[in-house]
């Protein structure tokens, strides 16, 4: 006989669970409570035996088991958020390289870019607006397989200077039978803040918001 059966099939007065009624989680004080009572009703002809009243015990025990487990891990996690947080605030003024493909102009300056070939090929570049309209292609020659910085003044291709914002820059590469090479993209800048945003929190590098995890190295 499980818990629940054993007791529905007790007469427990109403008002002895009535404090339990409007509750979602029964803890483990409430169970005590409801075994008590089963106790105290039983059928003095029909008593429950010792196998039942351990199971019944031990089901207790892992209740509360559990809820201590849960606010352990809850713990867990706000002590992890706090450690992350403090990691992250010893990173502003330091400039660091991250995975993606992104460059941003801010307050006229312009981020750093790069590129690395998996071996020697050609090399053009197109850089996209936040919109995804192409701003800007650049012919960059041959290139070996070392890292390479993207050369771009922030400019259109008619020659003017594009406004503050966010931008994307593709690298396609060829070698010499016009087979593509793959490429590897990052990008440079400096962390200047940490900001919070429904429990995450990102690193400020110009315009962008950086996750820990895109991290590549600390220059600086």
């Given amino acids: 006989m499980n818990q629940v059966s054993s007791i529905s099939q007790t007469s427990v007065p109403a008002a ?27 059928d003095p002809m029909n008593p429950m035996d010792n196998y039942q009243m351990a199971n019944q015990m031990a089901q207790f025990n892992m209740v509360q088991a559990m809820t201590d487990m849960k606010d352990s891990v ?18 502003i003024g330091k400039k660091a390289e991250t995975s993606g493909s992104t460059i941003s102009i801010s307050q006229g300056n312009l981020s750093e870019g790069y590129y690395q070939l998996n071996q020697s090929g050609k090399v053009t570049i197109q850089i996209f607006d936040s919109q995804g309209n192409l701003v800007r292609a650049l012919n960059a020659g041959v290139k070996d397989s070392s890292k390479q910085r993207l050369i771009w003044d922030g400019k259109n291709q008619q020659g003017t200077a594009l406004p503050e914002g966010i931008y994307t820059f593709q690298v396609s590469a060829f070698d010499e039978s016009g087979q593509s090479i793959p490429v590897k993209t990052s990008k440079v800048g400096t962390i200047t803040g940490i900001s919070f945003e429904e429990g995450t929190s990102y690193l400020k590098m110009g315009l962008e918001k950086i996750a820990m995890n895109e991290i590549i190295s600390i220059l600086a």
């Fill in 16 to 42: 002895s669970v009535s404090n339990s009624a409007g509750k979602n989680i029964l803890t483990q004080a409430d169970f005590l409570k409801l075994f008590t009572k089963q106790l105290q009703y039983q």
């Fill in 74 to 91: 809850k713990s867990l996690e706000s002590y992890q958020a706090s450690a992350n947080s403090l990691q992250m605030a010893g990173l």
